[in-house]
């Protein structure tokens, strides 16, 4: 099973190109796709609906989408019905197999008063994958202040690790004849976390490596893939700077759920890629 994370930037590549469509050929032979910077209304690229146009592009998928920001932009009367435009930024879920359920899961945040700050989140869908049911998180971090991802880390590992207690999107739905999804252990954290390796963020989220033993697979901590795959040099990037290309930085990752790391088999990043000043990341799991 192939897994791939991308973050799409609104649809422009690092050439300054609005450009879905090469995006979507960069992510063929995937059988579940986590984008991020996914919008609805959005001035930039024209009002584009990007859930829509990536539903689209993979007609025989499976998608759900969370707008973690959601604003009011205009409104008109057409046909007789005020129809609202709304600006939407959050994550998106595609998957070749059925998404059982979804949730929404926002993250904290605090207000600024200079830099951008949009509520972000964290899309996750139960998928009825082949190899048994499993969890993917489409995921956005802050993109200014440490502190502020390290809340966040935090918040989504313990919602994540604590999904088995919590019961999901549903429990006890048979009294109103809905089904139950199952409950799994097994998850994946895919998307851009806007941390570097080793920063105290990426050590809130896969602990501290020790000194002799390194990391070690727990079942509290989630697992780095492509590190875990010895993939990642000192020349590793998932993003470039497009005025600056010569700044490249590795802030996309794919994290694992100890239960799943004995079934990792590669991963990769895909440095052929334009369609966005990040890069596609993937993960093959048996």
Not at 34 to 45: K, W, Y
Not at 110 to 127: P, S, V, W, Y
Not at 140 to 152: G, N
Request: glycine share 8%; aromatic share 10%.
């Amino acid at each position: 099973m192939r897994f791939v994370t991308y973050n799409i930037q609104y649809g422009f590549g690092l050439d300054g190109q609005y450009d879905p469509e090469r995006i979507a050929k960069s992510l063929k032979g995937a059988d579940v796709i986590a984008l991020q910077e996914v919008t609805r209304g959005a001035a930039v690229n024209n009002g584009a609906d990007l859930p829509e146009i990536f539903a689209g592009f993979f007609p025989d998928y499976h998608w759900v989408y969370g707008p973690a920001c959601d604003l009011y932009v205009s409104s008109e009367m057409i046909g007789g019905r005020r129809v609202d435009r709304r600006y939407q930024f959050g994550n998106m879920v595609l998957s070749r197999w059925p998404i059982l359920s979804n949730r929404l899961l926002l993250l904290p945040r605090t207000r600024t008063f200079e830099k951008l700050n949009m509520q972000r989140g964290a899309t996750e869908a139960l998928i009825d994958t082949p190899g048994g049911p499993l969890r993917v998180y489409s995921v956005h971090l802050d993109h200014v202040a440490p502190d502020e991802r390290i809340a966040q880390i935090r918040m989504l590992k313990t919602r994540a690790l604590d999904f088995l207690r919590e019961g999901g999107a549903i429990t006890g739905g048979s009294e109103f004849h809905l089904p139950q999804p199952p409950l799994t252990e097994d998850f994946l954290l895919m998307g851009d976390f806007n941390m570097q390796p080793e920063s105290p963020e990426y050590r809130e989220m896969a602990g501290t490596a020790d000194l002799y033993y390194g990391r070690t697979v727990r079942a509290d901590v989630p697992t780095d893939a492509l590190a875990h795959l010895s993939r990642i040099t000192p020349d590793s990037h998932s993003w470039i700077e497009p005025a600056k290309p010569d700044r490249r930085m590795l802030l996309d990752y794919c994290f694992v759920s100890g239960s799943l790391v004995h079934r990792l088999k590669d991963g990769w990043i895909d440095y052929d890629a334009t369609g966005s000043d990040h890069l596609p990341v993937w993960v093959e799991i048996v």
